[in-house]
């Protein structure tokens, strides 16, 4: 019996040794070179026009930003609210925005805790104060119905994530733009095309005490973003664990996938450098919803915000979507729907340097 309970100590000690090894050197280490496909582009953006950032109070007494882009003309459509990647913030989707007021959408972008100027850059409190953050700008902003929330890439990740949740029904429609679904689907380019350096290890240990109800270890750093070095004062150089595991779907995201119930697009750019563009479609199906992906020729993951045709896509999605009957909603799959978006682009008239980066 004395032996047994030595060895039960021995075997503790030994995993307490690990997890704590894990914990202090698994962290995500140097961050990867800047992406000039994902920084560059925004340097041609013409930022003069952007709205002033406006804020909520959420209900632990943080101010909250977010933009706000009226619909032009005289009735509204309906809402969009717009989340932008990893990293980024509100002025990352401000074509995007533009485009869906000029449509006739009541527009808003949002600086999502842990970004811009929301909070403390790079943290959150808990896992789950990102989805009560959102209802709590619902709660306070008057959206015009119907409502739509659309999320790019990390920020799409998150929109799933909300559209499987029981908070699902505070939006009418979700459009997911390149999304991060996680690091087991099919979708993901490894390292996220060189996006993003991870601490495995780390991540797994504070999965594990998490497990065990404790969260001391939630605010420690595990990933770190290839940030050009004289963009850290406006972008968001890595995450917190914390930050980390809610800016994303569920970790079983095919439940994830099952659980939504309301209207949802998919919308992926052909030449996408960060996620697999032609197995979006295989991914939603495995998890048993026939969702419509359309795949646009020519564009890549961050002219999906930035391109006029992907922003005439986008808009084409949402109008879409509301006019289509609440109960035909979200099928069980029955085959796989993708399409190809083909429109004659326009010229883009953005000029002006601006950093709004994101993956």
Same mark, same amino acid.
């Given at each position: 019996?004395?032996?047994?309970?030595?060895?039960?100590?021995?075997?503790?000690?030994?995993?307490?040794?690990?997890?704590?090894?894990?914990?202090?050197?698994?962290?995500?280490?140097?961050?990867?070179?800047?992406?000039?496909?994902?920084?560059?582009?925004?340097?041609?953006?013409?930022?003069?026009?952007?709205?002033?950032?406006?804020?909520?109070?959420?209900?632990?007494?943080?101010? #909250?930003?977010?933009?706000?882009?009226? *619909? @032009? !003309?005289? +009735?509204?459509?309906?809402?969009?609210?717009?989340? &932008? =990647?990893? %990293?980024?913030?509100?002025?990352?989707?401000? #074509?995007?925005?533009?485009?869906?007021? *000029? @449509? !006739?959408? +009541?527009?808003?972008?949002?600086?999502?805790?842990? &970004? =811009?100027? %929301?909070?403390?850059?790079?943290?959150?409190?808990?896992?789950?104060?990102?989805?009560?953050?959102?209802?709590?700008?619902?709660?306070?902003?008057?959206?015009?119905?119907?409502?739509?929330?659309?999320?790019?890439?990390?920020?799409?990740?998150?929109?799933?994530?909300?559209?499987?949740?029981?908070?699902?029904?505070?939006?009418?429609?979700?459009?997911?733009?390149?999304?991060?679904?996680?690091?087991?689907?099919?979708?993901?380019?490894?390292?996220?095309?060189?996006?993003?350096?991870?601490?495995?290890?780390?991540?797994?240990?504070?999965?594990?005490?998490?497990?065990?109800?404790?969260?001391?270890?939630?605010?420690?750093?595990?990933?770190?973003?290839?940030?050009?070095?004289?963009?850290?004062?406006?972008?968001?150089?890595?995450?917190?664990?914390?930050?980390?595991?809610n800016f994303r779907p569920e970790r079983d995201y095919q439940a994830n996938i099952r659980a939504i119930r309301q209207t949802l697009r998919v919308l992926v750019g052909q030449n996408d450098d960060v996620s697999y563009?032609?197995?979006?479609?295989?991914?939603?199906?495995?998890?048993?919803?026939?969702?419509?992906?359309?795949?646009?020729?020519?564009?890549?993951?961050?002219?999906?915000?930035?391109?006029?045709?992907?922003?005439?896509?986008?808009?084409?999605?949402?109008?879409?979507?509301?006019?289509?009957?609440?109960?035909?909603?979200?099928?069980?799959?029955?085959?796989?729907?993708?399409?190809?978006?083909?429109?004659?682009?326009?010229?883009?008239?953005?000029?002006?340097?601006?950093?709004a980066s994101g993956g």
């Open positions: 019996m004395k032996r047994l309970l030595v060895t039960i100590l021995i075997v503790v000690a030994v995993l307490v040794a690990a997890l704590g090894l894990a914990i202090a050197l698994g962290g995500p280490g140097k961050a990867p070179p800047p992406m000039s496909s994902i920084n560059d582009p925004f340097k041609n953006v013409d930022f003069s026009d952007l709205p002033e950032a406006t804020y909520v109070t959420a209900r632990d007494g943080t101010k #909250l930003a977010f933009r706000a882009y009226p *619909a @032009a !003309g005289g +009735a509204v459509k309906g809402s969009v609210v717009l989340l &932008h =990647g990893s %990293s980024a913030s509100s002025s990352s989707m401000h #074509l995007m925005a533009k485009g869906f007021a *000029a @449509a !006739g959408y +009541a527009a808003y972008t949002l600086d999502i805790r842990g &970004h =811009g100027k %929301s909070g403390t850059k790079g943290h959150i409190a808990y896992i789950g104060q990102l989805e009560d953050d959102l209802e709590d700008f619902v709660h306070s902003t008057k959206l015009a119905q119907p409502s739509t929330l659309a999320g790019f890439s990390s920020g799409g990740g998150f929109v799933l994530r909300f559209a499987g949740s029981p908070r699902q029904e505070l939006f009418s429609n979700y459009l997911l733009l390149s999304p991060w679904i996680s690091q087991d689907a099919a979708t993901l380019r490894p390292g996220s095309g060189g996006w993003a350096t991870v601490g495995v290890p780390r991540i797994i240990a504070i999965a594990v005490l998490n497990g065990f109800g404790m969260h001391a270890f939630d605010d420690l750093p595990v990933v770190r973003f290839a940030v050009d070095e004289r963009d850290k004062g406006l972008l968001t150089p890595q995450y917190s664990f914390a930050l980390a595991q563009a032609d197995r979006f479609a295989a991914v939603f199906k495995t998890a048993g919803k026939d969702v419509p992906v359309t795949v646009l020729p020519g564009i890549d993951h961050i002219s999906l915000t930035l391109d006029p045709v992907a922003v005439q896509a986008a808009v084409a999605a949402v109008e879409s979507m509301d006019h289509e009957k609440p109960n035909q909603a979200m099928q069980p799959t029955t085959g796989r729907r993708t399409t190809k978006f083909s429109i004659t682009p326009t010229s883009n008239p953005a000029t002006k340097r601006g950093l």
